[in-house]
């Protein structure tokens, strides 16, 4: 086995050929800290937007590593760019040849006063513009490169000036009529439209196809052969007509009360002839006329005597008329019952023919069904009511009592209208001495009715139907009759309306002032104190009882202090327009030298006025109250019918018990 003799390194590099081409040194180690290169310098980008692709691109590292892969903590040389290659110049543009034309000539420009431009808060920014990049692999920095736009008002052209002489004349204003006509013309128009309500409730109406219509029937003289129609038209051939009926024969001639072997005479069988328009009508048979003598003989004979004065007249006189009728039957439609209007409006008038009782129908209906907001009326919180609204909820103050009743009364065919202006109602005080006259102001609302005979009537539906305590803040519901039956004249002690021709008075004058209404006919002083509860149901008119001021003087012993009242009308009849035979009457007085200090004297009457005189040494002292009673009960017995006498001997041996009719206060 051969071996290879050892040689040097000396002869190795002489075998490699190395020795003159490169020589290999030992490098020191060098103990510094490594530093990151300075990068290459960065070639400027254009502007366009770098194109990003979901693909994977291998010219770029992995998160935030630098490219390349470290070597003992050195980073790898950059690239080296090749020097030794030229660029080729691109080749040289053709020489220019000389012009000698000359230049065309530029348009003339616009004046700046033809062309004036707007002030714009639009930017109207142009495609080319405003276009901005983001490099890729950068932090978002951007870089734009704009251009304006061309201006877009070149083609723009400027409104003729504003000459306001050539302007077009301005159509002729309506005057006052042709504003007053145009208004009355939609109001008409209005009125001819109807609310209508629908119902969930629809009807299925079946329509039933109409039969065809027959062919027209062929001439007879064109039928020539029998035919199957010609045989069905044979079989519906009417029956042939029946001849007129024979005369109706009497009872009496078919044997009646007559003997068995008598027969009635044979009837002539022609029969009549037929008369015509021409013959007039047929004659009348006078042997059938009744005996008008022998009917009067079996009437009764009316009376010769006049009928009583009550009874005459009180169909005229509403304080006496007897309104029973109306009034229970207004009690039958209860509010939670009622439809609509319309239908209570058909139903309280319809059993009665005279206008005076559909109007109490009416007004009987508002007592029964409507009551006294008083909630809303001490809380100042009252709102404005309409007749559906009322009748809905069944609330009101004096302006829903009015208008529902004139809506009932105007749908039942009724002329009635709400009159508006003050009223001395619930609050009012009459003015203290020295207190100057107030300006004329509306508190209240009523109606005014047209009832028999054309007489227009004031009644105050909401004072009818009860009275407001403001101290408790209670309603009192109670029919207060007078405020339908009292008069005109009346009525306006009570009620000033705004409208001076709405007062309707019987005495003469068409209308009182302002400050006579508020002071009244007693002035400062106030009235008497009458309970109108037990005077309305005694027939008791409140303005005539006397003394008719509440303080009665008593400072002068021996004076004679009249007392006084009467009825309302003077054929007032306590039975028939009342509760029955009327009361006794009777006043309580303080007087010391009497027993207890009670004194009880009674009043004399002739049936229509009751009086009384007694001296003041009787009545009291200072500051005590007397008051007007009725005798009500005599040992638990009614006291109606009890005579003057009779109860003066009562009194003091036999339990009375009083009702209140009227009180004044000793000064």
């Known amino acids: 086995?051969?071996?290879?003799?050892?040689?040097?390194?000396?002869?190795?590099?002489?075998?490699?050929?190395?020795?003159?081409?490169?020589?290999?040194?030992?490098?020191?180690?060098?103990?510094?800290?490594?530093?990151?290169?300075?990068?290459?310098?960065?070639?400027?980008?254009?502007?366009?937007?770098?194109?990003?692709?979901?693909?994977?691109?291998?010219?770029?590292?992995?998160?935030?590593?630098?490219?390349?892969?470290?070597?003992?903590?050195?980073?790898?040389?950059?690239?080296?760019?090749?020097?030794?290659?030229?660029?080729?110049?691109?080749?040289?543009?053709?020489?220019?040849?000389?012009?000698?034309?000359?230049?065309?000539?530029?348009?003339?420009?616009?004046?700046?006063?033809?062309?004036?431009?707007?002030?714009?808060?639009?930017?109207?920014?142009?495609?080319?513009?405003?276009?901005?990049?983001?490099?890729?692999?950068?932090?978002?920095?951007?870089?734009?490169?704009?251009?304006?736009?061309?201006?877009?008002?070149?083609?723009?052209?400027?409104?003729?000036?504003?000459?306001?002489?050539?302007?077009?004349?301005?159509?002729?204003?309506?005057?006052?009529?042709?504003?007053?006509?145009?208004?009355?013309?939609?109001?008409?128009?209005?009125?001819?439209?109807?609310?209508?309500?629908?119902?969930?409730?629809v009807t299925t109406v079946e329509i039933k196809p109409t039969p065809p219509t027959l062919p027209s029937r062929p001439s007879q003289r064109l039928q020539q052969t029998p035919s199957r129609r010609d045989s069905v038209e044979a079989v519906r051939k009417l029956p042939p007509e029946e001849p007129p009926p024979m005369p109706i024969r009497s009872a009496l001639s078919f044997g009646m009360n007559k003997r068995d072997s008598e027969h009635p005479k044979e009837v002539n069988e022609s029969l009549p002839k037929a008369r015509t328009a021409t013959d007039g009508p047929p004659p009348v048979p006078l042997s059938s006329k009744p005996d008008l003598s022998a009917l009067l003989a079996t009437k009764p004979k009316p009376s010769l005597q006049p009928l009583p004065p009550s009874q005459a007249i009180s169909s005229a006189c509403l304080c006496c008329r007897d309104f029973s009728a109306p009034d229970s039957h207004a009690a039958k439609f209860p509010r939670e019952s009622v439809p609509s209007l319309d239908w209570l409006a058909t139903q309280l008038v319809s059993p009665f023919t005279s206008v005076t009782d559909q109007a109490r129908a009416i007004f009987t209906w508002l007592h029964h069904n409507i009551a006294y907001d008083i909630v809303a009326f001490c809380n100042n919180a009252v709102k404005p009511s309409t007749p559906a609204n009322t009748l809905a909820t069944g609330l009101a103050v004096c302006e829903g009592y009015a208008g529902l009743f004139t809506a009932i009364a105007s749908k039942a065919g009724l002329e009635s209208f709400v009159v508006s202006g003050h009223g001395k109602g619930a609050g009012f005080s009459p003015l203290q001495s020295g207190q100057p006259i107030p300006a004329e102001y509306s508190t209240h609302a009523w109606n005014a009715v047209k009832i028999d005979e054309g007489e227009w009537k004031l009644i105050d539906s909401c004072w009818g139907a009860g009275s407001v305590c403001l101290r408790d803040r209670v309603y009192n519901k109670r029919l207060a009759s007078r405020h339908f039956t009292m008069g005109n004249n009346e009525f306006g002690l009570r009620h000033f309306p705004t409208n001076k021709s709405l007062f309707y008075r019987t005495d003469g004058r068409a209308q009182i002032s302002w400050e006579e209404y508020i002071v009244g006919p007693l002035?400062?002083?106030?009235?008497?104190?009458?309970?109108?509860?037990?005077?309305?149901?005694?027939?008791?008119?409140?303005?005539?009882?006397?003394?008719?001021?509440?303080?009665?003087?008593?400072?002068?012993?021996?004076?004679?202090?009249?007392?006084?009242?009467?009825?309302?009308?003077?054929?007032?009849?306590?039975?028939?327009?009342?509760?029955?035979?009327?009361?006794?009457?009777?006043?309580?007085?303080?007087?010391?030298?009497?027993?207890?200090?009670?004194?009880?004297?009674?009043?004399?009457?002739?049936?229509?006025?009751?009086?009384?005189?007694?001296?003041?040494?009787?009545?009291?002292?200072?500051?005590?109250?007397?008051?007007?009673?009725?005798?009500?009960?005599?040992?638990?017995?009614?006291?109606?019918?009890?005579?003057?006498?009779?109860?003066?001997?009562?009194?003091?041996?036999?339990?009375?018990?009083?009702?209140?009719?009227?009180a004044w206060e000793l000064v």
């Open 1 to 201: 086995m051969a071996t290879d003799t050892p040689q040097s390194i000396q002869a190795r590099i002489l075998q490699l050929g190395l020795n003159d081409k490169a020589s290999i040194t030992a490098t020191p180690y060098d103990n510094r800290p490594l530093s990151r290169p300075s990068p290459a310098p960065r070639r400027q980008t254009a502007n366009l937007p770098t194109t990003l692709s979901n693909g994977h691109d291998d010219s770029h590292g992995i998160g935030n590593e630098p490219n390349g892969i470290m070597h003992n903590g050195t980073l790898p040389p950059p690239a080296i760019t090749r020097t030794g290659q030229k660029k080729i110049p691109p080749p040289a543009l053709p020489p220019r040849k000389q012009s000698f034309q000359p230049s065309p000539a530029l348009p003339p420009r616009r004046p700046s006063d033809v062309l004036q431009r707007r002030d714009s808060t639009e930017s109207i920014s142009s495609t080319i513009s405003a276009i901005s990049m983001v490099s890729n692999g950068t932090n978002g920095t951007t870089r734009t490169n704009g251009s304006r736009a061309p201006s877009m008002d070149a083609g723009r052209k400027l409104a003729p000036v504003f000459d306001q002489a050539t302007l077009p004349p301005l159509p002729p204003k309506r005057t006052p009529e042709q504003v007053e006509k145009r208004y009355h013309d939609i109001e008409r128009s209005k009125m001819g439209l109807k609310a209508t309500k629908s119902t969930p409730r």
């Open 523 to 662: 002035g400062t002083a106030r009235p008497v104190r009458v309970y109108e509860g037990v005077a309305e149901e005694e027939g008791i008119a409140e303005t005539k009882v006397l003394p008719s001021t509440y303080h009665i003087p008593v400072s002068n012993l021996n004076a004679i202090i009249h007392f006084q009242f009467e009825t309302v009308c003077g054929h007032w009849d306590p039975v028939s327009s009342g509760s029955g035979k009327p009361y006794v009457y009777i006043l309580a007085t303080h007087n010391k030298d009497a027993r207890r200090g009670k004194e009880f004297i009674v009043f004399d009457t002739d049936g229509r006025t009751w009086w009384l005189d007694v001296e003041a040494r009787r009545l009291g002292e200072k500051g005590q109250t007397i008051s007007l009673f009725t005798v009500e009960t005599v040992d638990g017995k009614s006291g109606r019918g009890i005579g003057v006498e009779e109860c003066k001997s009562m009194i003091g041996r036999k339990a009375m018990h009083f009702g209140g009719l009227a």
